[in-house]
């Protein structure tokens, strides 16, 4: 079974930075991809950004390019999403799911499979 753990939220000051960051278990295709949603209160979940098995990547969010950055690490088990200069709009409850079957990204989330449990993001003075 395929599992997701976000890690690395908390509160930071605007203009500071974090890393997220995305441990998969039980991974079995050789082809995938990772995205990146945030949901603040109130709001709609949004299409942050993605990582896929090809090795490319992208940010959906106009709001976070040059801003946000994907990689992964030498076993491929773990993904991050390093955000800096961050912005009290960044603030949310970011989660990282994965679609399989496919080295394809996407922004919306009903592409995607498994889902983690989400991970925190505050941003505030």
């Known amino acids: 079974q395929l599992q997701l753990v976000e890690s690395g939220g908390g509160l930071v000051q605007p203009g500071g930075s974090l890393r997220l960051s995305c441990a998969v278990s039980?991974?079995?295709?050789?082809?995938?991809?990772i995205g990146w949603f945030r949901q603040a209160p109130g709001k709609e979940r949004e299409g942050v950004s993605c990582i896929s098995s090809s090795g490319g990547s992208t940010n959906f969010a106009d709001s976070v390019k040059g801003r946000f950055t994907n990689s992964k690490d030498g076993a491929e088990n773990t993904v991050y999403l390093q955000m800096n200069n961050l912005k009290p709009e960044d603030t949310a409850v970011y989660y990282c799911?994965?679609?399989?079957?496919?080295?394809?990204?996407?922004?919306?989330?009903?592409?995607?499979?498994?889902w983690g449990q989400g991970t925190h993001v505050t941003v505030s003075s």
């Open positions: 799911a994965e679609t399989l079957g496919g080295d394809y990204c996407s922004k919306y989330d009903f592409e995607y499979d498994y």
């Open positions: 039980g991974f079995t295709s050789e082809r995938y991809a």
